[in-house]
C-alpha cells in the first residue's frame, strides 16, 4: 500500500491532509513564538541583573575605599603624633646636653635651638597632616567616581533590557505592528 492509500485508508484526504499540514506548521510557529518570547524575557532580565551586579561591585569597592580612607586618616594621625614624641624627645635630649655642657637653658643660644627644634617639629608635622589630607581627597575622589559609575552601569543594564524589549515587541505582540 502505498502513502497516499495508507492517508485515504486512516480518512486523511486531501483537504484533510492539508489542514494536518496547517496545524503542524501553526504548532510550529506557535513553539518558535514562544522560545522567542522566552529568550527575550531571559535577556530583558539578563540585562537587568547584569546592570544591578554591577552596580552592587561598584558600590562594595566604594564601602572599600570608605574603610580605607578612615584606616588612612588613622595612620596619618598615629604617624603625626609618633613624629611628634620623637622631635619632643630629641628636644629633651639637646637640653640635657646643653645642661651638662654648663650652659643655662634660657640662654640665647639654648633658646634658639628649642626655637628651631619646635619649628621643624611643626613643619614635619604639617607635612605628615597634608600628606594625609592629599590621600584622603584621592580615596575621596575614587570613591565619587565609583558610586557615580554605579548609576551608570545601572542605567546601562535598564536601557538594555528595554532595548531588548523595544526590539522584540513587534514579534511578542504582532498587533504592534499594524499599531505603527
Not at 604617624?79 to 611628634?84: F, H, L, T, W
Not at 628636644?91 to 639637646?94: E, G, L, S, W
Given at each position: 500500500?502505498c502513502?497516499?492509500?495508507?492517508?485515504?485508508?486512516?480518512g486523511i484526504g486531501?483537504?484533510?491532509?492539508a489542514?494536518a499540514?496547517?496545524?503542524?506548521a501553526a504548532?510550529a510557529?506557535s513553539?518558535a513564538?514562544?522560545?522567542?518570547?522566552?529568550?527575550?524575557?531571559?535577556s530583558?532580565?539578563?540585562?537587568?541583573?547584569?546592570?544591578m551586579?554591577?552596580s552592587?561591585n561598584?558600590?562594595?569597592?566604594?564601602d572599600a575605599?570608605?574603610?580605607?580612607q578612615?584606616?588612612?586618616r588613622?595612620?596619618?594621625a598615629t604617624?603625626?603624633?609618633?613624629?611628634?614624641r620623637q622631635?619632643?624627645s630629641a628636644?629633651?635630649?639637646?637640653r640635657a646636653?646643653?645642661a651638662?655642657?654648663?650652659v643655662?637653658l634660657?640662654s640665647?643660644?639654648?633658646l634658639?635651638?628649642?626655637e628651631t627644634a619646635?619649628?621643624e617639629m611643626?613643619?614635619?608635622?604639617?607635612?605628615?597632616r597634608h600628606a594625609g589630607?592629599?590621600?584622603?581627597?584621592?580615596l575621596?575622589s575614587e570613591r565619587r567616581?565609583?558610586?557615580?559609575?554605579?548609576k551608570?552601569?545601572?542605567?546601562?543594564?535598564?536601557?538594555?533590557?528595554?532595548?531588548?524589549?523595544?526590539?522584540a515587541?513587534?514579534d511578542?505582540?504582532?498587533?504592534l505592528k499594524?499599531a505603527?
Open positions: 500500500m502513502i497516499l492509500g495508507l492517508g485515504a485508508a486512516l486531501g483537504a484533510g491532509a489542514a499540514g496547517a496545524t503542524a504548532g510557529t513553539f513564538s514562544t522560545l522567542s518570547t522566552i529568550g527575550t524575557v531571559v530583558v532580565a539578563g540585562s537587568l541583573m547584569t546592570g551586579q554591577a552592587a561598584a558600590k562594595a569597592e566604594a575605599i570608605a574603610v580605607q578612615q584606616t588612612e588613622d595612620l596619618a604617624q603625626d603624633q609618633r613624629e611628634r622631635f619632643l628636644i629633651a635630649d639637646q646636653q646643653i651638662a655642657r654648663g643655662a634660657d640665647v643660644t639654648a634658639a635651638l628649642g619646635a619649628r611643626s613643619f614635619q608635622s604639617q607635612a605628615t589630607a592629599a590621600r584622603d581627597a584621592e575621596s567616581a565609583l558610586l557615580a559609575s554605579r551608570g552601569k545601572m542605567m546601562r543594564g535598564i536601557f538594555g533590557a528595554a532595548d531588548t524589549l523595544i526590539t515587541a513587534p511578542i505582540w504582532p498587533g499594524g505603527a
